[in-house]
């Protein structure tokens, strides 16, 4: 049984308190389509617009990608799971759960510093911006970033699959994450924890920590601008990313940077709803609501959709 796995795992979700499935099944269903929508709604205007032809939108368009499939990754399990009596995912399903949900997840956390770099080349040396941010650079950039983060995703899965479980199936949680199969399983599991950590330290803390160091040379740099509107337009673009950087490194180092030992037993299920739902589903409203080129652009695309019709 040590080294045997399970046919399906048992999700415990919120079954110890069931009043509360309910409104989270009716929230999930209201934001999982908002979600969806809006980033839609984003890569559509940001490939069809010529004027957002540039590479923030681009970067944008990849952000707007992988909150689509990172949410799809989850979402459709936990409504099952908080709509049914039946809280099973089959082993297959788990793993193929566990790759895809941490390959979207680690890639966002890259994505996120390179618009922030995107933001620092913009406005610290717009001069060069052009040369520096070619199309040729942007495709390195999120290349490099896509590679990363499935090396990241397949490497700590494949790890964290290979610890007995001594014929457990239960997993007290939402969904198939890292942090919580480690906890669950049985054995030595110090080093998988360490590794994690490590791991963690360089896809959250230093891509956090250049976003950091980036926003600190752009608010010196937006001090220094003479004109109130550039100054307005620089603090409207670079508050946006802001507060989508922190909507989704907060819960996600409250996750990660902590030995999975030591996380309380609800803590993960209200972390993967926040960073897996919430801010999937905020994104594409925080980068529209303050970006007048984004709105415009959602306006003509409407206009011509009836214009055609």
Known sequence: MNNSHPEEFILLGFSDRPWLELPLFAILLITYPMAM????????????????????????TNLSFLDMCYTTSIVPQMLFNLGSARKTISY?????QLYFFHIMGGTECLILAIMSFDRYVAICKPLHYTLIMNPRVCILLVSTVWLTGITYAVS?????????????????????????????????????ELTLSVVCIFMLAVPLCL?????????????????SEGRRKAFGTCSSHLIVVFLFYGP????????????????????????????PALNPFIYTLRNKDVKRALVNLVKGIFTSK
């Open 156 to 192: 700590e899965a494949t790890a964290t699959l290979q610890l007995p479980l001594c014929g457990l199936n239960k997993l007290d949680h939402l969904v198939c994450e890292i942090p919580v199969l480690i906890k669950t399983a049985c054995g030595e599991k110090a080093a998988n």
């Open 252 to 279: 996600a180092i409250s996750m990660y940077l902590q030995p999975p030992s030591s996380i309380s037993r609800d803590h993960p299920k209200f972390m993967a709803l926040f960073y897996g739902v919430v801010t």
């Open 211 to 227: 976003i950091l160091a980036s926003y600190a040379c752009i608010g010196l740099a937006v001090f220094k601008i003479k004109s």
């Open 92 to 96: 297959l399903g788990c793993v193929a």
């Open 37 to 60: 929508v809006g980033n839609i709604a984003i890569i559509l205007v940001s490939r069809l617009d010529a004027h957002l032809h540039s590479p923030m939108y681009f970067f944008l």
